[in-house]
């Protein structure tokens, strides 16, 4: 990558780890927002003071627009939801298949580079889809979640807690985009 490129990308993952621990944020419609939690629209993000709650694909907004590339846009999904990047990545044959059963029998031969997309389409009409960016060279990922677990619901928003392996789990994750090829249109 270019040295503006790593600058950009340098510069969008450490504006993202400041947003470490915002609530999850929740769309009302399977369609993003240009404000919280999703922050679909393209230009300069908010100072972080400003946000309150952010959705999975709301931080990867986030962190293209730090990183001053334009978010994914298509007729059929819009701007920046999970299947816009995908079509997008998809038409510009920079999304790859995800090893899936694969990586956790080789995750120490696996590597990724620090701003590596990975993502799973929708699956229902309710489900948004999943996104997620590598953040370190420990395969930590910046992401945004929430769990409804046994004993209640558990919202950890914007997290570094797991690693690759651990999110992955065998399931969560089709497909990854390199950070070279989304950071192509700066």
């Given at each position: 990558m270019?040295?503006?490129?790593?600058?950009?990308?340098?510069?969008?993952?450490?504006?993202?780890?400041?947003?470490?621990?915002?609530?999850?944020?929740?769309?009302?419609?399977?369609?993003?927002?240009?404000?919280?939690?999703?922050?679909?629209?393209?230009?300069?993000?908010?100072?972080?003071?400003?946000?309150?709650?952010?959705?999975?694909?709301?931080?990867?907004?986030?962190?293209?627009?730090?990183?001053?590339?334009?978010?994914?846009?298509?007729?059929?999904?819009?701007?920046?939801?999970?299947?816009?990047?995908?079509?997008?990545?998809?038409?510009r044959?920079?999304?790859?298949?995800?090893?899936?059963?694969?990586?956790?029998?080789?995750?120490?031969?696996?590597?990724?580079?620090?701003?590596?997309?990975?993502?799973?389409?929708?699956?229902?009409?309710?489900?948004?889809?999943?996104?997620?960016?590598?953040?370190?060279?420990?395969?930590?990922?910046l992401?945004?979640?929430?769990?409804?677990?046994?004993?209640?619901?558990?919202?950890?928003?914007?997290?570094?807690?797991?690693?690759?392996?651990?999110?992955?789990?065998?399931?969560?994750?089709?497909?990854?985009?390199?950070?070279?090829?989304?950071l192509?249109?700066?």
């Amino acid at each position: 990558m270019e040295t503006d490129s790593i600058d950009c990308l340098d510069a969008a993952i450490y504006y993202a780890k400041e947003l470490v621990n915002i609530k999850y944020g929740f769309r009302e419609r399977n369609q993003a927002n240009d404000g919280a939690p999703d922050f679909a629209k393209n230009g300069p993000p908010p100072h972080r003071g400003r946000i309150t709650k952010i959705s999975n694909v709301g931080l990867i907004n986030l962190i293209f627009r730090k990183a001053g590339v334009p978010l994914p846009e298509t007729e059929k999904h819009g701007i920046g939801t999970v299947n816009s990047y995908i079509y997008v990545y998809r038409e510009r044959q920079s999304l790859r298949p995800y090893p899936v059963g694969e990586a956790k029998y080789h995750k120490d031969t696996v590597q990724y580079p620090v701003g590596t997309l990975f993502l799973r389409e929708e699956r229902t009409k309710d489900d948004a889809g999943y996104i997620a960016i590598k953040a370190d060279e420990h395969n930590n990922l910046l992401q945004s979640f929430w769990v409804n677990n046994i004993f209640g619901l558990w919202c950890p928003g914007v997290n570094m807690v797991y690693d690759l392996e651990a999110t992955h789990d065998d399931y969560l994750f089709e497909y990854y985009v390199l950070p070279q090829d989304w950071l192509k249109t700066i």
